[in-house]
C-alpha cells in the first residue's frame, strides 16, 4: 500500500515538472542573463564635439552605454560653465593620452601667459580718411570723431552695421581680415552718413560703450 502510495505522488510531481528547468515558468518575471558569445569592439580612445556658434554654456553632459545585458542606459553630469564654441569639447577615455595632454599643458603655461599677454593688445586691422579699426578677441575698437547714429545687428551671417554721421564722398572699402572674429569690413557711402558693415564669424550679440576717442563693441 505504502509503495502505491508513493508511484502515486511521484506521477503528480512528474506532472507539474517544467519542461526544460533552466528556463522561467511560464508566467514568471524573465531574468536577464549574458553570453559568453565573442563581441569584440575596438576601445574608446578620444572623440571630438564641436559646439555651433550660438552655444554660449554648457550645462550637462550625458553618456548612452549598453550594459551586459544588452539594456541601454545613460549617466549625465550637470554644469553650468561659459563655453568657447571655437574649441571642440573633447571626450577621453586613455590614462596615457591625458597624462600627455596635462604634461603639455603644464609646458604651456608660460606661452599660454604671453598669448594672453598679446591678446589684450588691440591690433590694427582697418583704416580709412575718417576712422581706425582694432580688434582683440571678442572686443572692437574704433577709434574716430564721427557720431554713431545708429547701430543694429544682421543675421545670414552675423554682422554688426554702424551708421556713422558725415556728409561726405567716399569710395567703397572691404577689407578682409582672416583667422578673426572680425572676418571682413566693408564701408559704403550713403546721404548725410557712411555705413560700416563688420562680418563676424559666427553668432554673437554685442555691447557698445563711448570711449572719450571712439567707441567700444563688445561681442558675447
Not at 563581441?39 to 548612452?64: C, D, H, M, W
Not at 563655453?83 to 603639455?104: E, F, G, R
Not at 575698437?141 to 545670414?156: E, Q, S
Amino acid at each position: 500500500m505504502i509503495r502505491v502510495l508513493l508511484v502515486v505522488l511521484l506521477l503528480i510531481g512528474v506532472s507539474y515538472a517544467r519542461e526544460n528547468p533552466f528556463f522561467p515558468a511560464k508566467g514568471g518575471k524573465e531574468m536577464p542573463y549574458t553570453s559568453n558569445k565573442n563581441r569584440s569592439l575596438p576601445g574608446f580612445n578620444k572623440a571630438t564635439l564641436s559646439l555651433p556658434s550660438q552655444a554660449r554654456v554648457i550645462q550637462k553632459v550625458t553618456v548612452e552605454y549598453k550594459c551586459l545585458d544588452g539594456s541601454v542606459e545613460q549617466k549625465s553630469i550637470e554644469l553650468q560653465n561659459s563655453v568657447d564654441w571655437h574649441l571642440p569639447i573633447v571626450i577621453s577615455q586613455n590614462y596615457a593620452i591625458d597624462m600627455q595632454d596635462t604634461k603639455l599643458q603644464t609646458g604651456k603655461n608660460t606661452q599660454k601667459t604671453d598669448i594672453n599677454k598679446r591678446q589684450k593688445n588691440f591690433k590694427k586691422f582697418a583704416y580709412f580718411k575718417y576712422a581706425t579699426f582694432y580688434s582683440s578677441g571678442k572686443k572692437l575698437k574704433i577709434i574716430t570723431k564721427d557720431k554713431i547714429i545708429r547701430n543694429f545687428m544682421l543675421v545670414n551671417p552675423h554682422r554688426i552695421v554702424i551708421d556713422f554721421k558725415r556728409d561726405t564722398s567716399l569710395k567703397t572699402y572691404t577689407k578682409h581680415n582672416k583667422n578673426t572674429i572680425f572676418k571682413k569690413i566693408k564701408i559704403g557711402n550713403h546721404s548725410g552718413y557712411y555705413r560700416v558693415v563688420i562680418e563676424l564669424d559666427g553668432q554673437y550679440r554685442f555691447k557698445k560703450r563711448s570711449l572719450s576717442h571712439g567707441y567700444l563693441f563688445i561681442l558675447n
